[in-house]
Nanobody, 120 residues
């Protein structure tokens, strides 16, 4: 089993930056893809970004250029650097571990989420 704990969410102003972290425990996840998804109230869970075990990344079109995903396998941790936050970005952000791709079904383990709120 893999446990994932997200941190770093909070309330920021539009245009600000925020860095989310997700620490995995229970087993090493260096051989798995790690991804970020988000879900706003009343909406479906949305793909944000993912990073493969070997390092290649893939972003949702609306996040390209603003968000950067990275990982530190020594720390079993994945990060999401979010810049130029917009009023459309508020949501609960979830990290996940599984296979590389943008579909939630590819991921076997999920964190509890961290709330990101953007004030205009």
């Amino acid at each position: 089993q893999v446990q994932l704990v997200e941190s770093g969410g909070g309330l920021v102003q539009a245009g600000d930056s925020l860095r989310l972290s997700c620490a995995a425990s229970g087993r090493t996840v260096s051989n798995y893809a790690m991804g970020w998804f988000r879900q706003a109230p009343g909406k479906e869970r949305e793909f944000v970004a993912t990073i493969s075990a070997g390092g290649p990344t893939y972003y949702a079109d609306s996040m390209k250029g603003r968000f950067t995903i990275s990982r530190d396998n020594a720390k079993n941790t994945v990060y999401l650097q979010m810049n130029s936050l917009k009023p459309g970005d508020p949501a609960v952000y979830y990290c996940a571990v599984g296979r590389f791709g943008s579909t939630p079904k590819l991921y076997d383990y999920w964190g509890q989420g961290t709330q990101v709120t953007v004030s205009s």
